[in-house]
């Protein structure tokens, strides 16, 4: 999946921000992060994590403003919108979650390799992933992949 001159296109949900400062997700959320500094990841970052950062405790606040320099910076569009509601329509989520859906639309419609997520209720499911994937099939789009932070670090890039 990795072209080793080309970093892989990662849509980062608030949680993993969130992750760095959480015992027992912070070491593999760290590790994300500085593979997004080495340039191994890109980082696509949405309105939607911006105004969940926004909550966020202070370091996370902090960390968030730290890694815009590392990231790509995209918009709400009508296109994400409409694949959000066929998301809601098709039943993988309810309503109360549409701010996950929101997080899966926007990195498919932005062409994202992967989404990074500590959400395993709503996104990082194994029976949610192949929903996702099939109503961006139907509607157009590349299947998406979503991993948790530990699923997508390159250990070998570790100093023991």
């Known amino acids: 999946m990795e072209n080793a ?23 593999a959320s760290k590790a994300f992060f500085q593979q997004v500094r080495e340039k191994h990841f890109r980082l696509v970052i949405s309105p939607v994590v911006q105004r969940e950062i926004e909550l966020a405790p202070e370091e996370v606040r902090q960390f968030f403003s730290e890694m815009t320099e590392y990231a790509d910076f995209i918009a709400i569009t009508k296109e994400a919108l409409l694949l959000r509601q066929a998301y809601l329509d098709a039943g993988i989520v309810t309503k109360k979650s549409t701010a996950d859906a929101l997080h899966v639309a926007l990195a498919t419609v932005a ?50």
């Open 111 to 160: 062409k994202c390799q992967l989404i990074v997520s500590w959400n395993f209720k709503h996104i990082v499911h194994f029976q949610k992933v192949p929903l996702y994937r099939a109503i961006n099939t139907v509607n157009g789009y590349t299947e998406i992949n979503i991993y948790s932070p530990p699923e997508v670090i390159n250990y070998e890039s570790e100093t023991i």
């Open 5 to 27: 001159n080309r970093p892989i296109l990662s849509y980062a949900d608030t949680s993993v921000f969130g992750g760095v400062f959480d015992e027992g997700f912070d070491e």
